[in-house]
């Protein structure tokens, strides 16, 4: 039993020094390829760099592509919402001035404020007063004086003069309180609207 063991002792001895042995040619085998690596990298690292850079350019040149895309599609897209929004808010303002013009009005109608169609339709009244009231003085000048005429042609006898002399002062007042009181009449008439011929 103590040879088997002594055996085994050696076994071990033996086996443990190819162990070691082995661990040292693999770690040389790696440090030797680590070496041969790091001076591959440091040959060729100037090229893989540019390649790297090139590589990058590119990449960086589509991502700018693509995001420019999406940023002009994004920016119709709010462009459209936008102007559509507009569009639709302007339909409300004017349908809310439409019903504010209608309900200021209706208000002003029951408080019996004329309206701007109404003061129209006075002004063209009361023009068509003036231009009438115009056209009368005329008519009336040329109707006194054929009246006046024949009363003058008509033979009359000296007796009867003293008497047209008598009459005349007592008519004269009277026609010039008819024209004084036609006068206060027409520009009442004028003032309320009414038409010349309802206020003679």
């Known amino acids: 039993m103590v040879k088997k063991l002594q055996k085994l002792s050696a076994d071990k001895k033996?086996?443990?020094?190819?162990?070691?042995?082995t661990v040292k040619d693999s770690a040389q085998q790696i440090w030797l390829a680590g070496l041969g690596a790091f001076s591959k990298a440091q040959e060729e690292g100037g090229k893989v760099f540019e390649a790297l850079?090139?590589?990058g350019l590119t990449i960086q040149r589509k991502t700018q592509?693509?995001?420019?895309?999406?940023?002009?599609?994004?920016t119709?897209?709010?462009?459209?919402?936008?102007s559509d929004i507009g569009s639709k808010a302007q339909g409300q303002w004017d349908k809310l001035e439409n019903i504010f013009e209608d309900r200021v009005a209706k208000a002003l109608s029951k408080l019996g404020v004329p309206s701007a169609r109404d003061l129209e339709a006075l002004s063209a009244r009361v023009d068509a007063l003036a231009k009438g009231s115009k056209a009368a003085p005329?008519?009336?000048?040329?109707?006194?004086?054929?009246?006046?005429?024949?009363?003058?042609?008509?033979?009359a006898a000296k007796k009867a003069a003293p008497?047209?002399?008598a009459?005349?002062?007592?008519?004269?007042p009277a026609p010039a309180k008819k024209a004084a009181a036609k006068k206060p009449a027409a520009r009442a008439a004028a003032d309320t609207g009414a038409s010349a011929p309802s206020a003679s």
């Open 53 to 55: 850079v090139k590589e």
């Open 163 to 165: 008497a047209k002399a």
């Open 138 to 155: 005329a008519k009336a000048a040329a109707a006194k004086p054929a009246a006046k005429a024949p009363a003058k042609k008509a033979p």
């Open 65 to 74: 592509a693509v995001a420019e895309e999406k940023i002009t599609e994004a």
């Open 14 to 21: 033996k086996s443990n020094a190819q162990l070691s042995s």
């Open 167 to 172: 009459a005349k002062p007592a008519a004269k």
């Open 76 to 82: 119709s897209r709010v462009t459209t919402m936008a």
